[in-house]
């Protein structure tokens, strides 16, 4: 909703409130007069005085065709006039025939207050001015000819300065309301204002204001020739704040951020004069920076060089260095876009780009930058036409027993075949060696598997949030092989099926996979989850979370190119993993002229048993390597030295030689 609807909303609320209070007010004082009405005119026409009690019955009875308008139709303005009008011919009457012993001109104060009170100030000025003429007219001209009584000339004027005071009185209390009720709904229509155009932690402006501010920058510096530099920050290391001291110490980081941030951009040089528009939090741990007028694209750098300087030596809040940074992209207009919406874009992508390239640093949009964007966009667009065209397929990795050569376990590979996606389709490793070691009538079933390796798409799928709907494609289609595997070939391994560090993050993927083998009725213990050592992050207590909640549905954990990452071996014995899998570079390097590299293998076979892990060598491609793992005691292994990664029907004939 629009800053103009949520203030429209609110309005109505507001004003549905006044409805509420004045149709209710109108309801009960038309019930109360119409009971007092008939008691009155009943008891006055038992007294003789026809012509009052037969006006007080007429308006009686108007009293109850009020009610039932209101409540048929529900307006009250409509019900409000009517009311009024019973109330000052009532009053006239009072006056006119002095009531009973001469006293109706008592009863006509408290009407004539409450014909006021039940309109608005507008309305209620009008009964006053046509309740004055009329009494004036009745008590000081030749119309008093129509007095059923006599007032003195000093009654007359008593009641008539009398009257003029309360009516006085009673109009400046509704005017004091109505002004009121402006003020409440200006003061409504500011907060709203604020909520839609500023971020309620930084009170810097929001996504929605920065976008107007742009639009309007980018308006005139067209006109004037002039260059905007924009700046978009991305806090590098911000989750681990959240996680390690809570999301209010994180909120006091962004504020403080803010605040140095916007003394860094308004430097006592005035180099680029900003105004308040030009700084904006977008999202969470995501700011930009407006420039106007830059003379040359650098400038904008000389202000990037200020912000990373904040982070010079960690950031300190409450007493606490945190070791965040920034990643900041550049992008210029008219230079890199013309309009607010790429150049924005291509700030972002520029902002990726200085995050992928070490972090703590700037870069400026390039067009080597502009064509992995429109990479990635495509990739993005054939992943969605992937999933809903079914254009996924999977792919099966074999993984041997390292002491007789057995099948005991299958890796699923995730392929993509969508046409969309077609012309970024390498040929998957065309040299890799040929099945040798392999029963010699498998040698050649496995040609060259097309489709879009997931180092392409899975990095966009992660990015995207698509990762979590391809994690369980992923999985159902695992388990529905492995029931087939079950049922049909009698297989007795694990189905191993490699997750998203995403998922570490995902509250309810535990609660999917159990779901899904409920659904296909496999035994827990069949199934292996890996999960890359690079997704773990010291102390990530949400992640571990997940962890153990998979751990306890029975399934087997492994940790996938182990090594690579910066898990501490000392943190194994928190982690329920069942398997350790050594990254193939590992086995590359056993018999490297490195000896660091060359140990590593047996570094980590060491770590297992340690641990009692189990360990699985990936990317075993020669016979000497095989051997080493076996003589070394390594307990799986997987590689092309053994099978390459196999369709299912070619899958089918080496499980059945």
Known sequence: MTHTGEIKAGQQEMLAVRYRRRYRLCQVLTILGVIFLFALGSFSLVDGAEVLGTILIVNALVGLLNIYLLKCTGNVERAASILSGILFFLSMSLIITGGKNNTGLLWVYPIVAINLFINRFWPAVFWFVIFSVASILLLFTPASLLMMTNYSLVEAIRFILTMLALNAICLAALRSEEQAYQTIMQLHDDDIRKMAYYDTLTGLPNRWSFKTNLERLLSRAEKDKQRIGLLYIDLDNFKQVNDQYGHEAGDRLLL?????????IRPTDQLLKPQTESLARLAGDEFVVLLPNIK????????ATRILNIFDGGFEVDDVTHMIYASIGIAVYPDDACDPSTLLHHADAAMYDAKHNGRNCFKFFTQNIADTLRQRQRIEKGLRQALNDAHFSLVYMPIFDCKDNSIVAIEVLLRCQSPE???NSPELEGNSPKLEGISPELEGISPELEGIGPDQFIPVAEATGLIKEIDLWVIENAFQALVTLQEEHDFKGQICINISGVELHNEVFPTQVKHLLEQYSIAPECVELEVTETAFVADDVSGLETLKALDELGVSLALDDFGTG??????????PADCLKIDRSFVNDLFSEREARNKMVMIIQNLAKLYDLRVIAEGVETEAQMTYLRENGCDWAQGYYLSRPLPWDNLLKLLSA
């Open 256 to 264: 403080e951020f803010s605040e140095r941030l916007w003394e860094e």
């Open 421 to 423: 996606l077609e012309g």
């Open 296 to 303: 040359a694209p650098l400038d904008a750098s000389v202000v």
């Open 566 to 575: 910066y898990t501490a071996f000392s943190q194994l014995i928190h982690y």
